[in-house]
């Protein structure tokens, strides 16, 4: 049993939900590429996130997401993972509704922490409580993330497999974004 991707699937939802973990095997079983607009702009832009929001700031960059996200969903059907901020843009949201599907990775706060806690590669969180700006973030965010087409839960217990099987079960049900054949 194969599968045939007729829209580029966008996985939006807070850092640490899995998007890029779980794009990267979810693009595995269905036989497509996946790519990363952070990974993308950090390469268009010879320089981090980090370094791009320290010398540019957070305008320019969500700027330089928006033009990154459009010439990704241009490309070839495929599994995009965006950063988290991405999907909060208007723009962003009409233009992946029109060229692709929004897939949200629905993490709470806590398994969202144990993700990012340790890793200093998040410039939003560079703060004296970033457990605290995770949770304004999270706040903040959700009523956007709410808005995408299909919500898929990721809990703790679950592996990045068993996430993309769930991520395909919600796409299933969108016949005109995933449909099985008989390959």
């Known amino acids: 049993m194969g599968y045939e991707l007729k829209k580029t699937v966008v996985l939006v939802g ?3 939900a899995g998007k890029t973990a779980v794009g990267r095997a979810l693009a595995a079983k269905l036989g497509v590429a996946f790519l990363d607009s952070d990974a993308e702009i950090e ?3 010879n320089m981090t996130i980090a370094e791009i929001f320290a010398r540019d700031g957070e305008p320019f960059f969500r700027a ?3 033009q990154v996200i ?3 969903l241009e490309s070839e059907r495929c599994i995009l993972s965006t950063g988290g901020g991405a999907y909060l843009a208007e723009g962003n949201r009409a233009m992946i ?3 692709g599907v929004a897939v949200w990775l629905n993490a709470d706060v806590d398994l969202l922490w144990t993700r990012v806690r340790h890793k200093d590669t998040r410039p939003l ?3 004296s409580n970033p457990r605290k700006t995770l949770e304004e973030i999270f ?3 959700v009523p956007f993330y709410q808005l995408a087409e299909l919500p898929v839960a990721t809990q703790a217990g679950f592996s990045i497999e068993q996430t993309a099987e769930r991520v395909i079960e919600a796409l299933k049900t969108r ?3 995933l449909v099985e054949n008989d390959a």
């Open 43 to 45: 390469k268009a832009a």
């Open 97 to 99: 509704a029109e060229k």
């Open 64 to 66: 330089k997401e928006s």
């Open 139 to 141: 706040a903040a965010r």
């Open 175 to 177: 016949p005109d974004v």
């Open 70 to 72: 459009e010439r990704l």
């Open 14 to 16: 807070m850092m640490g």
């Open 125 to 127: 969180l560079r703060t």
